[in-house]
């Protein structure tokens, strides 16, 4: 009985993979000329708030997928660090790019063209641990897990 079970649920388990792979997802379009900025100021310590920038060069109009890690090397756990991320925005040239997030942890950005983008979002630093972030008005202890996004694939 054990084993029908089992192999019943076998493929119902394997459904939710099979349809992400198939969106082609996994991948972002290449970047090059990569950079962080973080940007921590007496009013946004004292809302617990920390300003992250990223800015990368884009060879066309392909998607570029953006990710926060969901965990942090020492701290074994699912952490979704995504969550505490507000007022995501991109930007090419001076001029909004259009975006979406792709799964809890990822965002997808569509450049215009050949160019720099960068984009930026607040994190809210209120964790006093090891793998978070966390601030008051003249202190910041940020973990790069928290604030520096990565190309996926």
Do not use: C, H
């Not at 990368?56 to 969550?83: C, K, M, Q």
């Amino acid at each position: 009985m054990r084993t029908k079970i089992i192999l019943l649920l076998a493929p119902v388990l394997a459904a939710p993979v099979s349809r992400a792979s198939a969106q082609g997802l996994a991948t972002s379009a290449p970047i090059t000329a990569i950079s962080y900025d973080v940007t921590f100021t007496r009013a946004n310590g004292e809302r617990r708030q920390v300003t992250s920038a990223m800015t990368f060069t884009v060879g066309g109009t392909e998607p570029v997928l953006l990710s926060l890690p969901e965990w942090t090397p020492g701290a074994y756990e699912i952490d979704n660090f995504a969550r505490n991320v507000a007022n995501f925005s991109a930007e090419e040239s001076g001029t909004s790019l259009s975006w979406d997030k792709v799964d809890p942890d990822t965002w997808r950005v569509r450049p215009r063209g050949v160019g720099q983008v960068t984009v930026r979002f607040d994190y809210l630093a209120d964790s006093l641990d090891n793998a978070n972030s966390w601030a008051r008005a003249d202190f910041l202890l940020f973990n790069g897990t928290n604030l520096f996004p990565y190309a996926e694939g």
